[in-house]
């Protein structure tokens, strides 16, 4: 059973930058597809960003296009999520999410991923 791990959340200004970390137990977490979903109070859970197993293809939600940046460690086996320019619009609970296989259609739908982590939460003042 896989098990996800994020790190690196907190308050922060706007303005400012955090980098979210991902890790797994289980099983290794390099040969997936990953994806960062973020949830704000009262709202849908909404896609963020998703990487290719090969890291060779991401992909973003315009809403951070530009301004957010994921990538691979394979010798660590980590996935990251660098945000940069925080909005208070950002401010939400932020999920890894893994998948093996998945469709090019599917990559923001979150119901086709098939491991979640805890969320860590982040914060951002204006």
């Known amino acids: 059973q896989v098990q996800l791990i994020e790190s690196g959340g907190g308050l922060v200004q706007a303005g400012g930058s955090l980098r979210l970390s991902c890790t797994a137990s289980g099983r290794a977490l390099r040969n997936y597809v990953a994806g960062w979903f973020r949830q704000a109070p009262g709202k849908e859970r909404e896609f963020v960003a998703a990487i290719a197993w090969s890291g060779d293809l991401t992909y973003y939600a315009d809403s951070v296009k530009g301004r957010f940046d994921i990538s691979r460690d394979y010798a660590k086996d980590t996935v990251y999520l660098q945000m940069n320019i925080l909005k208070p619009q950002d401010t939400a609970v932020y999920y890894c999410?893994?998948?093996?296989?998945?469709?090019?259609?599917?990559?923001?739908?979150?119901?086709?991923?098939?491991?979640w982590g805890q969320g860590t939460p982040v914060t951002v003042s204006s």
């Open positions: 999410a893994g998948v093996s296989q998945i469709r090019a259609d599917d990559i923001g739908t979150a119901r086709r991923y098939d491991y």
